[in-house]
């Protein structure tokens, strides 16, 4: 069945999605006691409180999704779907003011890996690095490095939401290449899985991105880098011809602006989940509002910066797709790439510093 056959319901998708998206901002006086986020953040980017339950529209949107292609068979992706729902629902706890510490959140994301792994029966035997590649063939570490690859990914996208549009825009981004890669490789599945979930992130990011009045949260964020993460990870273990690094590149500007925010605490000797301002959007966000929007109002920094950073991602992803297998270009591509942004991070630090 061609994919273009589900141009319909890709839209009816991401109109669920919005127009769930919607109710959730009109309701916001019964539930914001609830799912507001609060104004005392030090991370926080609002001057009013924003309800931080979007991804209840995202997931069932997904859900929606995949009844609507049962024509296909759907079996994987309803698997995948059951194995984020640890996740999802402990972040949507915390998202609830329901106080769900950090190490409870991190073990869910390790219990959906570990769900993913089992109901796939799916993880990464080889990462192309001689070494890796010897001790990934021993299946437990195979699988304990799969998992730590989609927990990391998982935090990645959390620590993302920061800004309107952000979050999502990196799913849209990463999905849409991923889809991509599956249609250049014949793998109709995994194109409807990444197309549905593609669909999904777009509904919500039209609100998101142009209102500001409704955050993914910790669910939304959590589903959307476990979807991103394993659908990569299906991708690369069907299709040897697919680099992993080309995956990893995919998704690189959220997963380094992690690795930097680990070394930073780890520097400074602060817990590692102990929030602040230095992640790479609020840096961008705050260098455009001393620099050259500062007669603009916040939302309009917020739009500006939140484009600056899908543009990098955007670069990314277009280098992922030409040169997907390449490994040796990848691996350059992928520490440019890094370095790229952890030059830009420290540059734009000490430019805030010093005004």
């Known amino acids: 069945m061609d994919i273009e056959a589900f141009t319909f319901h890709d839209f009816l998708i991401s109109v669920i999605v919005f127009g769930l998206s919607v109710l959730i901002v009109l309701s916001k006086p019964l539930h914001q006691s609830l799912t507001s986020d609060s104004m005392d953040k030090i991370q926080g980017v609002h001057k009013t409180p924003v309800p931080r339950i979007g991804g209840i529209a995202v997931v069932a949107g997904v859900g929606i999704g995949f009844w609507l292609f049962q024509g296909l068979s759907m079996t994987t992706g309803w698997l995948l779907f059951g194995s984020a729902m640890p996740v999802f629902i402990f972040g949507l706890a915390e998202d609830l003011s329901c106080s769900v510490s950090p190490f409870i959140r991190l073990c869910a994301a390790i219990a959906s890996g570990a769900l993913a792994v089992l109901f796939l029966d799916v993880w990464l035997s080889g990462i192309r690095l001689p070494f890796f590649d010897d001790l990934m063939k021993f299946a437990p570490i195979g699988i304990c490095l799969t998992v730590f690859a989609s927990?990391?990914?998982?935090?990645?996208?959390n620590l993302s939401d920061g800004l309107n549009g952000l979050c999502s825009g990196f799913a849209i981004i990463a999905l849409f290449t991923l889809q991509a890669l599956a249609v250049k490789v014949g793998d109709t599945e995994i194109a409807v899985l990444a197309q549905i979930t593609l669909c999904a992130a777009a509904g919500f990011w039209l609100l998101n991105y142009f209102s500001g009045r409704v955050f993914l949260g910790d669910g939304g964020a959590y589903f959307f880098g476990h979807m991103v993460a394993w659908i990569s990870i299906l991708l690369s273990a069907r299709h040897p011809e697919v680099s992993p690094w080309a995956l990893f590149l995919n998704t690189i500007v959220p997963i380094a602006d992690t690795i930097l925010t680990i070394l930073r605490r780890l520097r400074d000797r602060r817990s590692l989940d102990a929030p602040d301002r230095q992640h790479l959007h609020h840096l961008v966000l705050d260098f455009l509002g001393r620099k050259y929007l500062s007669r603009h109002t916040l939302g309009q920094q917020n739009s500006a910066a939140t484009?600056?950073?899908?543009?990098?991602?955007?670069?990314?992803?277009l280098t992922a797709y030409f040169y997907v297998g390449f490994t040796s270009a990848i691996v350059g591509f992928c520490i440019g790439y890094a370095v790229m942004i952890g030059v830009t991070a420290h540059k734009l630090k000490s430019f805030l510093s010093d005004t």
């Open 151 to 157: 927990t990391t990914m998982v935090h990645a996208y």
């Open 307 to 317: 484009l600056l950073i899908l543009m990098l991602a955007s670069g990314c992803s």
